[in-house]
């Protein structure tokens, strides 16, 4: 294991689990490893959590955020979603140890969700292009790289689900993103653009707007 971490493989891969929230999350080299900083995607949603509500982690990787979320309110109705397969396997066996009853659909982005949700988490990858380069060798190594890298400007997935997440709210519904330092006068163009009015940014202990709640304010007609 020494050796292991000597040559920069990282612990929580090592150990094969990673601490979040109030659980310990079975983590490998398919899913990113959760980070503190997405734990203020709880902190943020667990004011708006209610009995019955429909919630979707989209780009669930391992499943830290739903999962944490329904141990904040295990009467909400959870779905986690991922591109990728193998991190929904993973999402899948946090699942089952944590005892939590929830729906997996394999899906880029919206194409094989039709449903409508009151609340939607998503931690989509937001590195962008001149900061991926220079990543840690540490995480370039070792985690997925359909995890991290978001385009040049790092907000070109995001860009996408701003694009459908209108389509997929019930009227008042929520959605809350985190993004990368620096990005948020890029997303507001993006929320401008979608008509999306009510929104709030929330700062990290730096002060850096990291996170995003918006509540739907858009004319869903379907
Ligand atoms: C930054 S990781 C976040 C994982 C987890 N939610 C967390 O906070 O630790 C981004 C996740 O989005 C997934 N992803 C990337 N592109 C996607 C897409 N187009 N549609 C759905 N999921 C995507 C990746 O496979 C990865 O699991």
Not at 8 to 36: A, C, M, N, Q
Not at 42 to 69: A, N, P, Q, W, Y
Not at 90 to 99: D, G, I, P, R, T
Request: proline content about 3%.
């Amino acid at each position: 294991m020494v050796n292991r971490r000597a040559v920069g493989e990282p612990t929580s891969h090592i150990v094969r689990s990673r601490s979040f929230w109030k659980d310990d999350f079975y983590i490998d080299e398919t899913v990113l490893d959760p980070r503190p900083d997405s734990e203020m995607i709880i902190e943020v949603t667990r004011k708006h959590l209610f009995d019955g509500m429909k919630v979707l982690d989209l780009g669930c990787g391992s499943g830290c955020l739903g999962l944490s979320i329904h141990r904040e309110n295990p009467e909400i109705s959870l779905s986690l979603s991922d591109l990728s397969s193998k991190a929904l396997s993973v999402a899948k066996k946090n699942a089952l140890e944590l005892k939590i009853e929830c729906k997996f659909i394999h899906s880029s982005l919206f194409s094989n969700i039709n449903e409508k949700f009151d609340l939607i988490v998503a931690n989509l990858p937001y590195i962008e292009g001149h900061y991926f380069l220079n990543l840690q060798r540490e995480i370039i190594l070792h985690e997925p790289h359909e995890a991290l890298y978001g385009g040049i400007y790092g907000i070109d997935i995001i860009k996408l689900f701003l694009s459908e997440v209108g389509k997929h709210l019930k009227a008042k519904g929520k959605f809350v993103i985190e993004f990368g330092e620096g990005q948020d006068t890029l997303i507001k163009q993006e929320l401008s653009l979608f008509k999306f009015s009510n929104f709030n940014f929330h700062r990290d202990l730096n002060g850096i707007n990291r996170i995003l709640c918006v509540i739907n304010n858009t004319l869903n007609l379907d």
